[in-house]
């Protein structure tokens, strides 16, 4: 098995070389290699490592910073039907509006559209042998899940993202602070 991926990644990285421009990926090494592309870019917001692992949970810390994955139905927002807009749990950056929203049934929460088209960076991640789109807040860098083209119309599109890389701010009369819903509420960590 260990020499079928080793030759899937080789063929994954011929094809990423025959492909021409290679400006997705400003490494030294295609993202075939890498694994998922995660560029030395300078992100417009960013924070010491020591900074986040005192304000974010263990698990927050996880999937943000180290690109990991909760387990499917155990995300505080999986099941969340409130009217709000998520956050990014990092840098606080508007993502996703409740209104795209939907229960796609695997497991994670799922949206089919962004709040702005800029609100989320998309890379191409080769990691598990997989060919995948990963999603990261545009504002700082954090890995927020993935992009799937099987989602509802209009945009046909699903970005299942990790409840632990969202906070939640309700909509309403107390729109202009951030709900208790911010993946850490009981530890007082995550507080945007």
């Not at 011929?14 to 400006?23: D, E």
């Not at 504002?139 to 632990?164: M, V």
Request: charge should be neutral; charged fraction near 20%; aromatic fraction near 10%.
């Amino acid at each position: 098995m260990a020499v079928f991926l080793r030759r899937g990644l080789l063929l994954a990285f011929l094809r990423t070389l025959g492909q021409g421009s290679n400006k997705a990926y400003p490494s030294a090494l295609p993202a075939a290699v890498l694994g998922a592309c995660r560029s030395k870019k300078t992100w417009p917001v960013s924070f010491p490592q020591e900074e986040l692992r005192k304000r974010l949970t263990p698990k927050q810390f996880h999937v943000t910073q180290e690109r990991g994955t909760e387990s499917a139905f155990t995300g505080e927002f999986a099941y969340h039907k409130e009217e709000g807009t998520y956050h990014c749990v990092v840098c606080g950056a508007p993502l996703f509006s409740s209104d795209s929203k939907f229960d796609s049934g695997s497991g994670w929460p799922s949206f089919f559209d962004l709040l702005k088209e800029e609100s989320v960076s998309l890379a191409d991640d080769f990691s598990y042998g997989l060919h995948r789109v990963e999603t990261t807040c545009s504002q700082c860098g954090a890995h927020l899940g993935h992009l799937f083209d099987d989602g509802p119309k209009p945009t046909g599109k699903r970005y299942c993202i990790n409840s632990a890389s969202l906070a939640f701010q309700a909509a309403g009369p107390d729109e202009g602070r951030a709900s208790t819903s911010c993946g850490a509420a009981t530890s007082g960590k995550a507080d945007l």
